[in-house]
T-cell receptor, first 110, second 115 residues
Framework: QKEVEQNSGPLSVPEGAIASLNCTYSDRGSQSFFWYRQYSGKSPELIMFIYSNGDKEDGRFTAQLNKASQYVSLLIRDSQPSDSATYLCAVKTGGFKTIFGAGTRLFVKA | EPEVTQTPSHQVTQMGQEVILRCVPISNHLYFYWYRQILGQKVEFLVSFYNNEISEKSEIFDDQFSVERPDGSNFTLKIRSTKLEDSAMYFC?????????????FGAGTRLSVL
């Protein structure tokens, strides 16, 4: 059974701090990795995707991938109260199926 | 900005009834997906669809479920005989071909309530 694991949180950080979200996956054949943000009652919204080992930066967001350790992370710099949401890690293998983690709830305190 | 559109936003049905959930993917996208999310649980893959056929499906997608692209714009999910446990949010997603095919854009979802 292919799994994607995340700490459910909640993770609470003060405004302006760095939020660090982590994810591990079980299938070594996984090729594509995604971070989605989901506000309560809303649909997932893509924030970042990463395919290669290393870091990928986009504005305040940095995704990090370590395929040897089967580990993906998301850093949010200068966290804002509007970043408060559930962050979903998703992993795609060579096929069409995307497997989602259960998500980490993030609270950014003003 | 182009978006995936889903209708209805909320569907209430009686157990045993058939429901059809509708989606209009982004116009130049050729890969289509359905996911569901039971309240408080993770997003679960149901099925992917490409070139007018199912490309992959999960264990959840049993004989009660079917998908169809009846015309050039709509993509539908049919549940033949709904059960209480089918109550969930159903999300449609679509993606382009080529290097961007892994990037899926989600619709706002249809909340299905089975009574």
């Amino acid at each position: 059974q292919k799994e994607v694991e995340q700490n459910s949180g909640p993770l609470s950080v003060p405004e302006g701090a760095i939020a660090s979200l982590n994810c591990t996956y079980s299938d070594r054949g996984s090729q594509s990795f995604f971070w989605y943000r989901q506000y309560s009652g809303k649909s997932p919204e893509l924030i970042m995707f990463i395919y290669s080992n290393g870091d990928k930066e986009d504005g305040r967001f940095t995704a990090q991938l370590n395929k040897a350790s089967q580990y993906v992370s998301l850093l949010i710099r200068d966290s804002q109260p509007s970043d408060s949401a559930t962050y979903l890690c998703a992993v795609k293998t060579g096929g069409f199926k995307t497997i989602f983690g259960a998500g980490t709830r993030l609270f950014v305190k003003a | 900005e182009p978006e995936v559109t889903q209708t209805p936003s909320h569907q209430v049905t009686q157990m045993g009834q058939e429901v059809i959930l509708r989606c209009v993917p982004i116009s130049n996208h050729l890969y289509f997906y359905w996911y569901r999310q039971i309240l408080g649980q993770k997003v679960e893959f149901l099925v992917s669809f490409y070139n007018n056929e199912i490309s992959e499906k999960s264990e959840i997608f049993d004989d009660q479920f079917s998908v169809e692209r009846p015309d050039g714009s709509n993509f539908t999910l049919k549940i033949r005989s709904t059960k209480l446990e089918d109550s969930a949010m159903y999300f449609c997603a679509s993606s382009e071909v080529g290097i961007s095919k892994n990037i899926q854009y989600f619709g706002a979802g249809t909340r299905l309530s089975v009574l």
